[in-house]
């Protein structure tokens, strides 16, 4: 099926959960981000290497108590709209996999595993009840939505990674939906099969990330777009723990771990590192940033609820 064919499918049930909370007056500033509660999360299949000896291994109520944990303290910087979870579906937690949004435009992932392609359609139910214009994406092209595909705010750019997940057109599809210069990325280490495990652009222009998760054409990339003085690079022992999978809200960066070496250069970098184990999640293969997803001045068409 070639891009002539492309098509946007969605079903006819808006489906939101509902979460008490009223808006914010600052709340158009400050964004919104999407979540999904763990109720039906566990390692119930192995589609990346986190999950390899994992099955059955997640512990329930420690997952919840750590989501909430991340919930609360996201809460009181971000507003936060919810999808309900739906039982079957394990890993619609990680609602950074839901799409991509950029103003009033989503494109809703094309997962590559199977497991996970009945969350396309309740993703996509969502973002249609908020109002969101859901752009046609082509049937063969596995797309992954924020787990791949970053909005560098300081730069005006989306940096996109492809390799394990999203395809090699992924790119380009973006650039042509939202008009916006998008810089492909290749990862080669399956550890880190999503940008987001790897990479993560910070206000400032400041960009956290782990060199080896690239290929040479891109690291070269990435070192051309962001000048030496603004990259914090992480060694393997933070990368392994999913430092770059981190959360930036009111100049605090949320994460599951931080070495006292990276916890020093985000404070000099100006920011505020904030450490919420998300141990649970890591057996999936998930931390901070794959369980948001990011609604760039969405409080005027997102009802929080949180
Ligand atoms: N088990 C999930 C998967 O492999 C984890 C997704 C993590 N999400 C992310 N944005 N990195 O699809």
Known sequence: MDADADVAVCGDTPRVQTRDAAASPSAAKRGAILMCA????????????????????ATLPRAQ????????????HSDIAFVAPTPGLPDMVFTANAGLVIGDTAVVSRFRARERRPEERLFCDWFEAQGYAIAPWPENVPFEGAGD??????????????GWRSGEAAPKQLERIFSRNTIA????DPRFYHLDTCFCPLSGGWLMYYPAAFDLASLEAIRAIVPADKRIEVGEKDAASFACNAVEAAGRIFLNACSDDLRARLIDAGFTPVVTPLSEFMKAGGAAKCLTLHLPGAAGKVTPRG
């Open 38 to 57: 763990p109720d039906y999360f566990g390692v119930d299949y192995i589609i990346n290497p986190w999950m390899e000896h994992q099955v059955g291994q």
């Open 65 to 76: 108590a750590q989501w909430e944990n991340l919930r609360g303290n996201l809460s009181a």
């Open 149 to 162: 595909a970053l909005i560098d705010h300081a730069r005006d750019i989306v940096w996109c990674g492809h």
């Open 185 to 188: 990325l290749k990862l080669v």
